[in-house]
């Protein structure tokens, strides 16, 4: 059974986490993990990464997003959920309602929840199994006074430079930035490079283990892949059947779904 990593999970996860990533997460990573790009240095205010936080639960941000008018930051809808972390199905799970006002580190005032797959899917009497379970999407609108002046880019890596519409196979390189605040304000665990190990869902999710363990709190947070391009959102810690890996939601099938029940033309932003 997956477990949603918010900052709602106990300090003993991140301790679990740690040891596991001192062991077999390091082995599974090439030397070569990361191409010589120069880092992309963090900027202020708001950008990818930053983090968000929904009637006390702490997340990660992942990309930012656009409809032409409003300028959004997307989350894990997870996020804004009102259940234990035990709760995953997306169809049946509860959650905030829209209007709930978020939270966003380096914001001058809050943001405002304005779709979330979970409600979306509830609302349309979803019932494929694959998107009830991995389908984890939401969008925070920022305020006009945010909005302009915020920054695509994704700290250290960079991009994104598109939506990866065709997936991943496993061994592909993918990368990472958590922003827990059970790191205490340490970053420099939160850049992760890991390999994708599996998809599942039919294409909805990919199972990815990386060198440093995300951790609750990194919920949300943004995944690329070796080009550069959105591949998805962190969603879940998988304990079978890939042992302590990442559930990572896939964007493009998210934004798609999204785009047809209620997000009308939003886009991804490019770095």
Not at 240 to 248: E, H, K, T
Request: glycine share 14%; proline share 7%; net charge negative.
């Amino acid at each position: 059974m997956p477990a949603r990593r918010s900052a709602r999970r106990t300090l003993a996860a991140l301790v679990t986490g740690a040891a596991v990533a001192a062991g077999a997460w390091l082995a599974v990573v090439p030397a070569d993990a990361a191409p010589g790009d120069e880092p992309v240095p963090t900027a202020p205010g708001v950008h990818p990464g930053v983090q968000t936080r929904t009637d006390g639960a702490q997340c990660t941000s992942n990309f930012v997003f656009t409809d032409g008018d409003d300028t959004y930051l997307g989350q894990a809808a997870h996020c804004s959920g009102t259940g234990g972390s035990d709760q995953v199905d997306g169809c049946t799970a509860g959650s905030l309602p829209l209007g709930t006002p978020v939270e966003i580190a380096g914001a001058s005032r809050p943001g405002t929840l304005t779709y979330n797959s979970w409600l979306a899917m509830q609302d349309a009497g979803e019932s494929d199994p694959d998107a009830c379970a991995y389908n984890d999407f939401a969008l925070v609108r920022l305020d006009p006074a945010d909005a302009a002046t915020v920054t695509a880019a994704v700290p250290v890596f960079g991009g994104p430079t598109g939506v990866d519409t065709d997936g991943t196979r496993p061994g592909e390189i993918v990368r990472s930035y958590g922003n827990s605040e059970l790191r205490g304000g340490v970053t420099l665990l939160s850049p992760k490079i890991g390999t994708v190990v599996a998809t599942r869902g039919g294409g909805w999710s990919h199972d990815v283990l990386t060198a440093t363990p995300g951790i609750p709190g990194d919920s949300g947070s943004a995944f690329l892949s070796a080009d550069g391009t959105a591949l998805g959102v962190l969603s879940t810690l998988q304990f079978a059947p890939v042992p302590a890996s990442n559930g990572v939601s896939d964007l493009a099938r998210m934004l798609d779904y999204a785009r047809d029940h209620g997000a009308g033309g939003v886009r991804l932003v490019t770095g």
